[in-house]
């Protein structure tokens, strides 16, 4: 979890960060902007209790480079499965490995969770567009496959069936992904 290539450090995040998150979620969502289906996403406006509710009932992790933060994943535990709530880098740190990092931290947190719980398996979930360049085939790159909710649990089934109703677009469609690992000593 304390991963560092000198310049990069990975930090669990507190209420004092909400405005550094808001300020990247902001930045990153931006992204979307560049796809006319999607522009709807990078001019929607957060609040924020939203970055507050990740606070409370999960983790967030933020990655500073040269200690300023400039990206962010948020999770929670659901029925034995890390779900990610978001993940986004800010626009002019995007593409130099930072989404990479946060995703690692996220598996880390997903072993250790499963080595406490003695489960064999560690499980990461989310929700995403299947075609966007930097969302479903990123994840794919990442180790995520294609599945449907209802195959890992109702909170699962629920949240996929809520995702696609908020954010599918014509052309654009949803995909529930999972992640899987083997616990050594679990
Ligand atoms: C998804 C996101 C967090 C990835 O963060 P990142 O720091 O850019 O990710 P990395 O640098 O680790 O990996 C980017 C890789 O994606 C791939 N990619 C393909 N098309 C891409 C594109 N148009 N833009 C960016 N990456 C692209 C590349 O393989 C790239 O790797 P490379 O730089 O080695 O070639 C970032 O793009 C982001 O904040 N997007 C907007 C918010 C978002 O979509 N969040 C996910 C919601 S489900």
């Known amino acids: 979890m304390n991963s560092n290539d000198g310049q990069r450090h990975v930090r669990p995040a507190s209420e004092s960060d909400i405005d550094y998150i808001w300020a990247i979620d902001s930045s990153a969502t931006k992204k979307f902007g560049s796809i006319p289906a999607l522009a709807d996403l990078a001019a929607s406006e957060e609040s924020p209790e939203k970055f507050e509710s990740w ?6 992790y933020l990655v500073e480079e040269r200690d300023a933060p400039v990206g962010f994943v948020a999770a929670h535990e659901v029925n034995d499965v ?14 130099k490995g930072i989404g990479a990092l946060l995703l690692q931290a996220i598996f ?3 072993q250790d969770i499963a080595r406490q719980n ?11 567009y299947a075609d966007v360049a930097w969302n479903g085939p990123w994840y ?10 209802e195959l890992v649990g109702p909170w699962h089934a629920e949240e996929a069936k ?13 995909c529930f992904m999972l ?8």
Request: aromatic letters at 6%; glycine letters at 14%; proline letters at 2%.
């Open 108 to 110: 880390e947190w997903g």
């Open 118 to 128: 003695n489960r064999d398996v560690a499980r990461v979930s989310l929700t995403t």
């Open 162 to 174: 809520q995702d696609v109703q908020n954010l599918a677009r014509p052309g654009y469609r949803r």
């Open 82 to 95: 890390l779900h990610i709530n978001e993940i986004g880098v800010h626009e002019d740190h995007q593409g």
């Open 55 to 60: 606070l409370n009932q999960g983790r967030v």
């Open 140 to 149: 794919k790159k990442h180790g995520f496959r294609k599945v449907e909710g």
């Open 179 to 186: 992640w899987e690992k083997k616990v050594v000593g679990g």
